[in-house]
C-alpha cells in the first residue's frame, strides 16, 4: 500500500518555465488536495478536488492550474514559474465526510531561479 | 475570517523537560481539531479532537480540547530528541476545509 506518491521530489526550474507536479493515490480516496508550504506561513491550500471531473480552488490558487481525471491522480501545473512560488509542495488525500485526517505524499522541494 | 493559531512559533527545551503548545482557532462551524507532527517530511497524524474536556494519549504525548474557550493544546512529557519536529494544528470546518496553522517548531536538545 503506497498511500500518497509525489514526484518529483527536487526541482529546480528557471522563470518563465512550466512543469507539473505529479500526485497518486491508491487508496481509494475521494479527497484530493495540494499544499504549499512557506517558513512562518504553515499549510496553504492550492486546489483541492472532491472527485474525479471536479477541482476547485483553493487560499493561494494563482499560478496553478490542476485536473482530476481519475480519482487516483491529481498533477499540479505550474504555468509560468516566478521565484514567489518558491516553497516545498505536498499532496494528500482523504475519504470526503470524514475529518480523521489527511494521509500527505512526501513533498516536492521546488525551488524557481 | 477563519483562522488558526498556534504558539509559541518555536521552542528549544531540554531533554527531560515537558512542553506544552497552543493552538487557537476562530473557525466557524466547527467539526473537528487535529495535530500533527512533521519531522524531515510529511505531516502524519497524532490526533483528533472533536468533544471538549476529553484527554487523547499516545505515550508521552497528551492532548485536550476546550470548544467554550476555542483552543487546544498538546503536552509532552519527557521530552526526547526524537521528539524535535514541527507540530502543526488544524481545524476542520462542517464543510470539511481543513485551516491549518503555522506550526511550533519545537527541538529538544540533549
Known amino acids: 500500500n503506497a498511500g500518497v506518491t509525489q514526484t518529483p521530489k527536487f526541482q529546480v526550474l528557471k522563470t518563465g518555465q512550466s512543469m507539473t507536479l505529479q500526485c497518486a493515490q491508491d487508496?481509494?480516496?475521494?479527497?484530493m488536495s495540494w499544499y504549499r508550504q512557506d517558513p512562518g506561513m504553515g499549510l496553504r491550500l492550492i486546489h483541492y478536488?472532491?472527485?474525479?471531473?471536479?477541482?476547485d480552488q483553493g487560499e493561494v490558487p494563482n499560478g496553478y492550474n490542476v485536473s482530476r481525471s481519475t480519482t487516483e491522480d491529481f498533477p499540479l501545473r505550474l504555468l509560468s514559474a516566478a521565484p514567489s512560488q518558491t516553497s516545498v509542495y505536498f499532496c494528500?488525500?482523504?475519504?470526503?465526510?470524514?475529518?480523521?485526517?489527511?494521509?500527505f505524499g512526501s513533498g516536492t522541494r521546488l525551488t524557481v531561479v | 475570517e477563519d483562522k488558526v493559531v498556534q504558539s509559541p512559533l518555536s521552542l528549544v527545551v531540554h531533554e527531560g523537560d515537558t512542553v506544552t503548545l497552543n493552538c487557537s482557532y476562530e473557525?466557524?462551524?466547527?467539526?473537528?481539531l487535529l495535530w500533527y507532527k512533521q519531522e524531515k517530511k510529511a505531516p502524519t497524524f497524532l490526533f483528533m479532537l472533536?468533544?471538549?474536556?476529553i484527554e487523547k494519549k499516545s505515550g508521552r504525548l497528551s492532548s485536550i480540547l476546550d470548544k467554550k474557550e476555542l483552543f487546544s493544546i498538546l503536552n509532552i512529557t519527557a521530552t526526547q530528541t526524537g521528539d524535535s519536529a514541527i507540530y502543526l494544528c488544524?481545524?476542520?470546518?462542517?464543510?470539511?476545509?481543513?485551516?491549518f496553522g503555522t506550526g511550533t517548531s519545537l527541538t529538544v536538545i540533549p
Open positions: 494528500a488525500s482523504r475519504d470526503t465526510g470524514t475529518s480523521y485526517g489527511y494521509t
Open positions: 487508496m481509494n480516496h475521494e479527497y
Open positions: 478536488s472532491v472527485g474525479a471531473g471536479i477541482t
Open positions: 473557525v466557524t462551524n466547527f467539526r473537528s
Open positions: 472533536t468533544s471538549s474536556g
Open positions: 488544524a481545524v476542520v470546518h462542517t464543510g470539511n476545509q481543513f485551516y
